[in-house]
């Protein structure tokens, strides 16, 4: 095999990537298991239609249209007031966030997190010659605010990562935890608020903060609440400083003319998407109640899943629930596990399996 020049730090490292394989019920990425009404494919379907029609040109660089749609759906759900050049989008979040650590980090720069946390972050920090520093939570998941400040104070990061909610926990970072961490240091700080629409009642947006921290950045996405993983759409509000240095590392025309088109769609039809919503909050509490009720242990969670524990042998159980038709995420701390929310139907599957499992 030709030895290739590779970089050192990339040389027997595996790609990303969860298991996806065909069995009948899949509960291990955070999809929501809800496909995309018929009404909803049909007026799609019209838009990529004329997009089509139009390939032959290049896209809206800028993506103006989508970003006023974005900036209007983020004042609904969170009650803030943004203009479209406080919103920039890409393919999913994972490319708003290597364009923030392109923008950010880079050669002699550092980016902090709080581990357990999701995995990719550390990626994005590799991929872009940053320095990566992970600081410890507390056992029950949340972060010690005099810890947090302490760890920003001894490596003087220049973008700090906060997952609210947290993956693969379920836990939602405090506000004051934000404003205390921007406030202490001069890191962008950027809160990854992908699971945010299943957020509990009472746990605010930190998108309530932008307009009186211009270091802060809050990541969305619309492959969870609005169904749409396969269509790659994500997006970050921020100050137009933000999003003007953001422009300046992406790709020329990187959101394609068919991407725009749908997500549009999309948030047309955002009223129907979150009455899904408000049924997976209902379905995940339930669960989390009834995992209890088998004596396992489960952190409150604002996302569209359940982490669960503890297991001295948790492969055993993932495997065990797998042979059973099963498939979820054997990731987090060792012993615990992360169970998606899926339909009643996907649900009660999971239920029964686990109730065999754990009687073995």
Same mark, same amino acid.
């Given at each position: 095999?030709?030895?290739?020049?590779?970089?050192?730090?990339?040389?027997?490292?595996?790609?990303?990537?969860? +298991?996806?394989?065909?069995?009948?019920?899949?509960?291990?990425?955070?999809? *929501?298991?809800? +496909?995309?009404?018929?009404?909803?494919?049909?007026?799609?379907?019209?838009?990529?239609?004329?997009?089509?029609?139009?390939?032959?040109?290049?896209?809206?660089?800028?993506?103006?249209?989508? &970003?006023?749609?974005?900036?209007?759906?983020?004042?609904?759900?969170?009650?803030?007031?943004?203009?479209?050049?406080?919103?920039?989008?890409?393919?999913?979040?994972?490319?708003?966030?290597?364009?923030?650590?392109?923008?950010?980090? $880079?050669?002699?720069?550092?980016?902090?997190?709080?581990? =357990?946390?999701?995995?990719?972050?550390?990626?994005?920090?590799? *991929?872009?010659?940053?320095?990566?520093?992970?600081?410890?939570? &507390?056992?029950?998941?949340?972060?010690?605010?005099?810890?947090?400040?302490?760890?920003?104070?001894?490596?003087? =990061?220049?973008?700090?990562?906060?997952?609210?909610?947290?993956?693969? !926990?379920?836990?939602?970072?405090?506000?004051?935890? /934000?404003?205390?961490?921007?406030?202490?240091?001069?890191?962008?700080?950027? /809160?990854?608020?992908?699971?945010?629409?299943?957020?509990?009642?009472?746990?605010?947006?930190?998108?309530?903060?932008?307009?009186?921290?211009?270091?802060?950045?809050?990541?969305?996405?619309?492959?969870?609440?609005?169904?749409?993983?396969?269509?790659?759409?994500?997006?970050?509000?921020?100050? !137009?400083?933000?999003?003007?240095?953001?422009?300046?590392?992406?790709?020329?025309?990187?959101?394609?003319?068919?991407?725009?088109? /749908?997500?549009?769609?999309?948030?047309?039809?955002?009223?129907?998407?979150?009455?899904?919503?408000?049924?997976?909050? !209902?379905?995940?509490?339930?669960?989390?109640?009834?995992?209890?009720?088998? $004596?396992?242990?489960? +952190?409150?969670?604002?996302? *569209?899943?359940?982490?669960? $524990?503890?297991?001295?042998?948790?492969?055993?159980?993932?495997?065990?629930?797998?042979?059973?038709?099963?498939?979820?995420?054997?990731?987090?701390?060792?012993?615990?596990?992360?169970?998606?929310? $899926?339909?009643?139907?996907? !649900?009660?599957?999971?239920?029964?399996?686990?109730?065999?499992?754990?009687?073995?």
């Amino acid at each position: 095999m030709t030895d290739l020049p590779i970089r050192d730090e990339l040389r027997g490292v595996e790609p990303y990537g969860a +298991p996806q394989l065909d069995v009948p019920v899949c509960l291990n990425v955070n999809e *929501n298991p809800y +496909p995309p009404s018929a009404e909803l494919a049909d007026d799609a379907g019209k838009a990529v239609a004329h997009a089509v029609s139009r390939l032959n040109r290049y896209p809206d660089r800028e993506a103006l249209a989508l &970003r006023s749609g974005l900036a209007g759906y983020l004042g609904a759900e969170a009650g803030v007031r943004l203009v479209p050049e406080q919103v920039w989008a890409a393919n999913g979040s994972n490319e708003v966030m290597v364009q923030i650590m392109q923008a950010f980090g $880079g050669p002699g720069r550092t980016a902090l997190s709080f581990a =357990p946390t999701y995995s990719m972050y550390p990626e994005y920090a590799r *991929n872009t010659f940053t320095a990566w520093i992970s600081a410890p939570r &507390r056992d029950d998941f949340t972060i010690d605010a005099d810890d947090a400040l302490a760890a920003a104070a001894e490596h003087e =990061p220049s973008v700090i990562f906060l997952a609210s909610p947290n993956n693969p !926990t379920g836990t939602a970072v405090s506000l004051d935890l /934000v404003r205390a961490l921007h406030d202490a240091s001069s890191a962008v700080v950027v /809160v990854d608020e992908a699971y945010a629409e299943f957020r509990r009642a009472g746990t605010p947006s930190a998108l309530s903060l932008l307009d009186s921290h211009p270091r802060l950045i809050v990541t969305r996405t619309m492959s969870k609440a609005f169904a749409f993983a396969g269509a790659r759409l994500g997006y970050v509000a921020a100050s !137009t400083a933000v999003i003007d240095t953001l422009r300046i590392v992406r790709l020329p025309y990187h959101l394609s003319s068919v991407t725009q088109a /749908v997500a549009r769609v999309a948030l047309a039809h955002a009223p129907e998407l979150q009455r899904r919503v408000e049924q997976l909050r !209902t379905t995940r509490d339930e669960l989390a109640a009834w995992l209890r009720t088998q $004596g396992l242990r489960v +952190p409150e969670s604002d996302a *569209n899943f359940v982490l669960f $524990g503890t297991f001295a042998d948790r492969h055993a159980v993932w495997q065990s629930l797998l042979d059973r038709g099963v498939l979820i995420r054997e990731t987090g701390p060792d012993g615990w596990l992360r169970v998606s929310v $899926g339909t009643p139907d996907e !649900t009660e599957a999971f239920t029964v399996a686990l109730r065999e499992v754990l009687k073995t």
